[in-house]
């Protein structure tokens, strides 16, 4: 029987070492070739709730309306009234906020930074309401600018946490415009009122190892690159060889 010639115990140790630098290069390239998938989805919008209108927010833009904001205006006997109120359209929604001794669900009015999330109460209904005389009820969200309203909902049977960021007016009818909303798209994490994204966004540089010729001879770390590799070492050998000839 024929015997295969054995290598010698340096070159299978070589060739050992260029296989693990090979997989190791292949898996970093790419890594560097696909952006991490965004967590916080923002949606910048210029929407103005006026008098006797609403608005349904879709949160995720899956075609179904998450929640509805309404501005109603009505009179009783001795005097007018406007209710701003935001609603789920399902009982698996919920806006932060709590219940007072009254009986009534306060909206919170959420400051840029606050942590919207599993810790806090979501069972809010009124944002405000504004009587005839143009004093304001709940004086969180009268005449208030870049406040934020946090949500919690549901995608695919799983809880998400989101907001929405309103400026209001009282004069002249009262108004709440509507400037932007953002969603964290990973399960009961999360959100940052007025946070448009996330770190993970960010697309890493290409390392300088894939842009710059290199020094010869070829290492074994050149050629685990595969092609990006060896183009970059061919190009500096075809310069230097010119070079050369030229001189």
Not at 23 to 36: D, E, K, N, T
Not at 121 to 150: E, I, P, Q
Request: glycine share 10%; hydrophobic share 40%.
């Amino acid at each position: 029987m024929k015997r295969e010639p054995m290598l010698s115990s340096s070159l299978e140790r070589a060739i050992k070492m260029y296989a693990l630098a090979a997989s190791a290069a292949g898996v970093g390239v790419l890594a560097l070739a696909h952006p991490v998938e965004a967590k916080v989805v923002y949606t910048a919008t210029h929407h103005v709730i006026g008098r006797n209108s609403r608005y349904i927010l879709d949160l995720n833009h899956d075609g179904k309306g998450d929640f509805v904001i309404s501005n109603t205006y009505h009179c009783g006997t001795d005097q007018c009234q406007t209710d701003l109120v935001v609603e789920p359209t399902t009982g698996k929604q919920g806006v932060a906020g709590h219940r007072s001794s009254a009986g009534w669900d306060f909206a919170y009015a959420l400051k840029p930074g606050a942590r919207i999330g599993p810790r806090i109460h979501f069972s809010a209904v009124y944002m405000m309401f504004v009587l005839n005389r143009g004093t304001c009820s709940l004086l969180s969200w009268c005449d208030v600018k870049n406040r934020y309203l946090g949500f919690r909902f549901k995608i695919l049977g799983k809880i998400h946490y989101g907001w929405a960021r309103f400026s209001t007016n009282k004069g002249n009818g009262f108004t709440a415009t509507l400037t932007g909303y953002a969603y964290e798209t990973i399960p009961n994490k999360s959100i940052i009122a007025g946070k448009t994204h996330s770190a993970d966004d960010i697309v890493q540089p290409t390392p300088a190892s894939l842009t710059s010729a290199t020094p010869k001879p070829a290492t074994l770390g050149a050629l685990a690159m595969g092609a990006p590799g060896l183009s970059i070492w061919r190009k500096k050998e075809v310069v230097g060889a010119t070079v050369g000839s030229s001189s």
